[in-house]
């Protein structure tokens, strides 16, 4: 139970590896993440599922190295098994039947976006994905996306590759080009997210983002998850992790993301464990 | 004959531990305990065994640890009770075996809870005795989760001879038990032998497990299960619907709780999960978890730590003994006092509680005088964490995901009161799932309802629900 199997450095600081679970295989939804421990002192931590296989019993997740939970799961080699895994959590994307999806993953985001689009493929519907990083360097799971995507545009900040630019400015670009789209699917940083929803709004086109806040439990018990939507207070683990995008009151989220930052840096620095960079 | 004065706990001195995590109460010495017992009167229709939500033969083990057959007194306790340790000191004794103790008018009830205590933790020190692993009947049933109800049922099933799996959400069984009660009323090594004891049994426990996501109730049945006991506890934690609850330093009781004792967070950077160390921190609420979250704060290293309640002193819901704890270690109490508004300063932290004065009017449905606003009192407390201990609704996964398995509208799980039996068949459920916020014991006593009722269901003939 939970071997990693397979690992891979996608950039310099994201790592993919596929872990054997068969109960999270079996039932893991497009749209569910899983809470994982590295160690017995260990946090907590969601991670989103980026992809799963119901016949060989395993999950994919992509992670980048940020804190000292993601660092310390970073140095699991294959061969290697991961404390605790629970899941799939969260409840499962509502993914339409047909018409065309815009699918837009930023940094990291693009994992998370990967079954959507995988299973939209499937279903029929017409997928449009804009995939962007920083620079060219940092894009990831570039070929998976385009084996289930009908267009595939690809943008850096700096220009390296593709359109330079914000996936939001290329979304931008698409819709005023006569793009004909039934909703957006947006998954990456709250910077990112929130662009696309300001980008979509005037247009009224819906969008759905995936919230990726502190977690403790991840089952439904503590609260810490808490999000503001459409002015209620949801828990992002099991009202969750979709919603509304236009609803999201972005500014909250932004600021509770941040709640820990100095003590993220202070464990980093006390576990002497090489990260941080 | 005069009557002799009850035994007192041994303490740890307040100020000094409102700055630790060990154990308040440090536990009778053998002495003491002997001193205790011999106090019982060994009344012929003993009551306290009536008050006892699990039926403790209390006058039986008492009587032993009097004639110090220390091992015979544990091993009547575990008759009735998988978890004598957690009981002796968690339990609201002064309302259930105490309350009906003989010894009551005369104010100096026998310390029942103090030498359950003894008796258990006596055990801890000179070895358990490994209990007989009882032969199986071949009748498999599970439990979801691993808290006070379910790993009570469990025990008691599994000395009936079921091959019992309890599914645990967190990657610790315990429940309660191990996130929220913080190490200083229950020290965790206790819990943890209480679990093993309920695994000498015979209990499987599954850690990691949600049921209703990772596998559902229906996937049990498939799996050969005959019953399922659901225990899956608290759930959601409740606000209080005010401005700026969202705010960065705003925590709900059960967060604050699981953040320090599952997750060790007092014990950070050693251990990776932190928690914000407040200089003044409020709590809002006055039941157990209130006390537990107020006293955390101070041995976090809080230089103001308070409890706002909206009604009186005496409507607190905290057992007394909790709140004279409180009160010694130097927690300040504003009671008739109601959050309206949490303030937040420019970079979303919590700088303050506005809060209106109440006053006591008519009573309400509860009984009790319903508390109402002053007009014009509102007033600002300084503070940098705020606490919302007000209560949880049970986890919605468990009735979202099992057909026929019908909750009440507030979420609780519908069980017949006697039988812990539920709307589905084969399935019954108890504890905080069912009752919302209650207490261990109570959980404890639904387990042990519900292990009888299953027992007497699988072993008929299985055909009225």
């Excluded at chain 2, 508390?371 to 979202?400: K, R, W, Y």
Aim: hydrophobic residues 40%; proline residues 6%; contains cysteine.
């Amino acid at each position: 139970m939970n071997e990693i199997l397979v690992k891979k450095n996608l950039t310099p600081v994201t790592k993919l590896i596929v872990v054997k679970n068969p109960f999270v295989a079996a039932k893991a939804e497009p749209g569910q993440f899983v809470i994982l421990r590295v160690r017995e002192n260990g946090e907590r931590i969601p991670l989103t599922i980026a992809d799963f296989d119901r016949e060989k019993d395993t999950v994919t997740l992509v992670f980048q190295e940020v804190g000292l939970s993601t660092i310390l799961l970073g140095k699991l080699e294959v061969g290697d098994r991961i404390l605790n895994l629970v899941g799939p959590l969260g409840v499962p994307a509502e993914l339409p039947d047909s018409g065309t999806v815009v699918a837009v993953g930023g940094g990291v985001g693009v994992a998370p976006i990967l079954p959507k689009c995988k299973e939209l493929y499937r279903r029929g519907v017409k997928v449009i994905s804009i995939i962007g990083a920083r620079s060219k360097d940092l894009i990831i799971l570039e070929d998976e996306m385009r084996a289930c995507s009908h267009e595939l545009h690809i943008c850096t900040d700096d220009g390296s590759r593709g359109f330079k630019g914000f996936v939001s400015d290329k979304l931008k670009e698409l819709i005023d080009g006569g793009l004909k789209c039934d909703e957006v699917v947006a998954v990456g940083p709250i910077p990112m997210m929130r662009a696309t929803c300001e980008t979509t709004r005037p247009y009224g086109l819906k969008t759905w983002v995936s919230m990726n806040p502190i977690m403790v439990d991840g089952t439904g018990m503590c609260g810490a998850c808490r999000i503001t939507v459409g002015g209620k207070t949801k828990f992002v683990c099991v009202d969750g992790p979709m919603f509304d995008g236009h609803e999201v009151d972005w500014a909250e989220a932004w600021l509770r993301a941040g709640m820990y930052r100095d003590e993220e840096k202070v464990a980093v620095e006390s576990c002497q464990c090489g990260g941080g960079k | 004959m005069a009557v002799k004065q009850r035994t007192p706990m041994p303490m740890q001195d307040p100020a000094e531990r409102a700055r630790n995590f060990s154990q308040v109460a440090m536990g009778y010495t053998e002495e003491m305990a002997l001193a205790e017992a011999a106090r019982c009167l060994q009344c012929r229709n003993p009551q306290c065994v009536v008050g006892c939500p699990v039926s403790v033969q209390i006058p039986r083990f008492i009587g032993l640890i009097k004639d110090k057959k220390y091992r015979e007194a544990i091993d009547v306790i575990k008759e009735t009770n998988s978890l004598p340790a957690v009981c002796g000191r968690v339990c609201p004794q002064e309302s259930q075996c105490e309350s009906k103790c003989v010894l009551l008018r005369t104010g100096q009830p026998i310390a029942i809870g103090r030498l359950e205590r003894f008796a258990a933790d006596w055990e801890a020190k000179n070895g358990a005795a490994t209990p007989e692993k009882p032969a199986s009947n071949g009748k498999k049933v599970a439990v979801v989760g691993a808290g006070p109800s379910g790993l009570t049922a469990a025990g008691d099933l599994a000395k009936l001879g079921y091959e019992v799996t309890i599914y645990e959400s967190l990657h610790e069984p315990g429940g309660v038990l191990i996130y929220g009660i913080p190490e200083f009323r229950l020290p965790k090594e206790v819990v943890r032998r209480e679990v093993e004891y309920v695994k000498a049994l015979g209990v499987k426990i599954e850690t990691d497990v949600v049921v209703g996501r990772t596998i559902t109730i229906e996937d049990l049945f498939d799996d050969g299960f005959e019953a399922v006991y659901v225990a899956s506890g608290a759930g959601l934690p409740m606000f209080m619907r005010i401005p700026g609850e969202n705010l960065n330093g705003v925590y709900s009781a059960n967060e604050w709780l699981t953040r320090i004792n599952l997750m060790k967070a007092y014990l950070f950077p050693e251990w990776d999960t932190p928690v914000k160390r407040g200089k003044r921190v409020v709590v809002v609420g006055a039941g157990n978890v209130a006390m537990d979250a107020v006293r955390c704060a101070l041995r976090l290293g809080a230089e103001e730590a308070s409890i706002v309640y909206r009604r009186s002193r005496a409507e607190m819901p905290a057992r007394a003994e909790e709140v004279e704890n409180a009160e010694e270690e130097g927690v300040k109490f504003h009671f008739l006092t109601n959050p309206v508004e949490v303030i937040g300063d420019e970079k979303g932290w919590v700088k303050g509680l506005k809060c209106v004065k109440m006053e006591l009017g008519e009573p309400d449905q509860s009984g009790r005088r319903r508390p109402v606003p002053i007009a014009g009192s509102e007033f600002v407390m300084d503070c940098d964490i705020v606490i919302m201990a007000l209560g949880t609704s049970p986890n919605p996964i468990i009735s979202q995901t099992t057909p026929g398995l019908n909750a009440h509208s507030w979420g609780g799980l519908i069980a017949d009161e006697k039988t812990g039996r539920t709307t589905r068949e084969r399935v019954w459920a108890g504890g905080d799932a069912v009752t919302g916020s209650a207490t261990v014991i109570l959980a404890m006593g639904a387990g042990k309802a519900a292990a009888k009722d299953i027992h007497e269901f699988l072993s008929g003939p299985q055909d009225k629900w």
